[in-house]
């Protein structure tokens, strides 16, 4: 009887324990999110710990994405990231789960929480409530493809290898400068973005053979530019004779009809791309400088020979201005 009442004892003493610890349930927290601006995507921390970040025994939600208002969901490509809504000590919002792919299901404590959905370059961030029940949420990315390439007058292709675009905001920042976007794209490649007007550089070589345009790309849709280039390859050789050997050793500037430097360049040959319009190329070999003025055509491909004779050798000095 002294052991059975000890333990009842023990019992009782226990539950009171506990009851005395836990305390009455406190009161819902007033939701200070509401009026919330949404920190740079960028700045988040990565999840710590090693609890699987999918997994758990507490609220299930099922994220979706489209690109447009009623479309389809997207099935590949999608980044989700969802972040708990208030920064950590560092200033950074703490990530707690991610996925690749197209729909994702993910199983998070109960709560609030900002999801970012990523699509190439286009994106969008939602923020969401997590209970107990499961739920389903959509995000509409608002965005579309964009198919970049460029050809000569007369549709004469460029080879791919010679060509790249540039992709910039399309609205200006007060200095007149515009933030980049995607650089060194390659013609032909399908780079997704939100919709809306963007400023491209479509470059042809690596001279001054470049064409600016501003092409809209609309939301759920693949929109396809092709720009027209006006230049022409040039390749230019210094020699002794028409149709003769290309000097080795040689030293090239090519300046515009303006007079301002556009291109330089060392050895027996100096292939470029040039944009359509008048030039001058001084070569020099040795103690000798020599000049010719030439003229590019748009789809032109042309050879420049500089013949190194007393008629076109010019004084030294003058050269060097």
């Known amino acids: 009887m002294i052991s059975r009442g000890f333990h009842l004892l023990s019992l009782a003493c226990a539950v009171a324990l506990l009851a005395a610890v836990s305390g009455p349930a406190t009161a819902q927290e007033k939701d200070v999110l509401k009026n919330l601006n949404l920190p740079d995507i960028s700045s988040y921390a990565p999840p710590h710990g090693d609890k699987s970040l999918a997994s758990g025994t507490h609220g299930d939600v099922t994220l979706s994405a489209q690109l447009m208002d009623r479309g389809a969901d997207i099935t590949r490509g999608i980044v989700w990231r969802v972040f708990k809504p208030e920064p950590g000590a560092d200033g950074k919002l703490p990530m707690v789960a991610s996925a690749h792919g197209g729909t994702a299901a993910f199983t998070l404590e109960p709560g609030s929480y900002l999801v970012h ?79 809306g007007t963007y400023h491209v550089v479509s470059t042809y070589g690596a001279t001054n053979a470049v064409v600016r345009s501003d092409i809209r790309v609309e939301a759920g ?21 028409d149709g003769g050997e290309a000097i080795a050793d040689t030293s090239w500037s090519v300046l ?66």
């Open 221 to 241: 849709k693949l929109t396809e530019a092709t720009v027209e280039h006006h230049a022409a390859e040039v390749t230019m050789k210094l020699v002794r004779e």
């Open 256 to 321: 515009n009809g303006a007079g301002d430097p556009v291109k330089e360049a060392v050895g027996a040959y100096a292939p470029m791309v040039l944009a359509e319009g008048q030039y001058t190329v001084i070569a020099k070999n040795r103690d000798r400088i020599y000049q010719k003025d030439f003229a590019v055509e748009a789809g032109k491909n042309t050879e420049v020979e500089v013949i190194a004779s007393e008629a076109s050798a010019i004084d030294p000095e003058e050269g060097a201005d």
């Open 117 to 195: 959905a990523s699509y190439g370059r286009a994106g969008a961030t939602k923020r969401i409530t997590v209970g107990r029940e499961p739920k389903r949420e959509s995000l509409v990315l608002d965005a579309g493809g964009l198919e970049l390439d460029a050809v000569l007058a007369g549709g004469q292709r460029i080879p791919p290898g010679k060509l790249r675009f540039s992709i910039y905001e399309g609205k200006a920042e007060a200095g007149g400068e515009r933030a980049l976007i995607v650089p060194n794209v390659k013609p032909n490649t399908v780079i997704r973005l939100n919709a």
